[in-house]
């Protein structure tokens, strides 16, 4: 049998996930949704292997601690799938719906997303470093302790996630938009967050909060954003005028 197999009928030109176009749509708006056929076949149980394309199907199975080089997702669903600490050299997904996954300890260290959402997943401690995303939702996943470090994106969405010690280091995320999501000592130092919509989110205890130059928040994160701020600037906040041990005291 070839390295490679195709699922599903002969596949149609779609374009390249690779060649990222910033003017193919403004970067600030909300995330394409996917395209996903509703006839999909089930995909046949093979493990994963380099490779591996699934198109037009719909995977379930377990994948668990599953090890390979390049896989391809392209228009299908994964549905119930578990995929705890796999590990994929390539990934390549467009038009995939991630619905109700286990990918906690996932590894995928060269990934680009196109048009993929993700829906009530567990991907605790997942490791996606240098991703490149666009058009990308999350929506009600557990990203606890992911590694997002230097990824780049366009259109990203995290919806009522939680993303508590999340490491976006580096990470270029333009107009991100974390709606209600749980961002406690989430780390962001050199992140590039321009036009990033934070309402909703817990603030108080983010790191590198000095990357926030150019964020949208609600009122209500004014106070506790404001202090992280000063606190990654070396600002004291003192309503003593004198210092201690001032002469003139």
């Known amino acids: 049998m070839p390295p490679e197999r195709l699922y599903r009928r002969e596949r149609r030109s779609v374009p390249a996930p690779d060649s990222f176009d910033p003017m193919a749509k403004p970067v600030g708006e909300a995330p394409t949704r996917p395209q996903v056929p509703p006839d999909l076949a089930d995909a046949p149980g093979d493990p994963l292997a380099d490779g591996l394309e699934w198109y037009q199907v719909c995977v379930r199975g377990d994948f668990s601690g599953q090890v390979a080089g390049t896989v391809e997702v392209s228009e299908s669903l994964v549905m119930g799938a578990r995929l705890v600490g796999v590990e994929v050299g390539r990934l390549r997904m467009t038009d995939t719906v991630v619905d109700d996954c286990d990918l906690s300890g996932a590894v995928v260290m060269d990934a680009v997303l196109t048009r993929v959402e993700f829906r009530?997943?567990?991907?605790?401690?997942?490791?996606?470093?240098?991703?490149?995303?666009?058009?990308?939702?999350?929506?009600?996943?557990k990203l606890d302790d992911a590694n997002f470090r230097m990824t780049t994106s366009e259109r990203v969405e995290f919806d009522r996630t939680i993303l508590r010690t999340a490491d976006f280091y580096a990470a270029k995320l333009p107009s991100v938009r974390f709606s209600s999501c749980d961002l406690d000592f989430a780390q962001f130092s050199k992140a590039d967050l321009r036009g990033a919509r934070l309402h909703g989110s817990t603030l108080a205890d983010v790191l590198g909060a000095d990357s926030f130059a150019g964020?949208?928040?609600?009122?209500?994160?004014?106070?506790?954003?404001?202090?992280?701020?000063?606190?990654?600037?070396?600002?004291?906040?003192?309503?003593?005028?004198?210092?201690?041990?001032?002469?003139?005291?």
């Open 120 to 141: 009530n997943c567990r991907m605790s401690g997942l490791v996606a470093a240098g991703a490149r995303l666009r058009d990308v939702r999350f929506v009600e996943c």
């Open 215 to 249: 964020v949208v928040v609600e009122t209500e994160q004014v106070l506790p954003l404001a202090l992280r701020v000063f606190a990654a600037l070396g600002i004291t906040v003192d309503d003593d005028p004198l210092d201690v041990g001032d002469p003139g005291r």
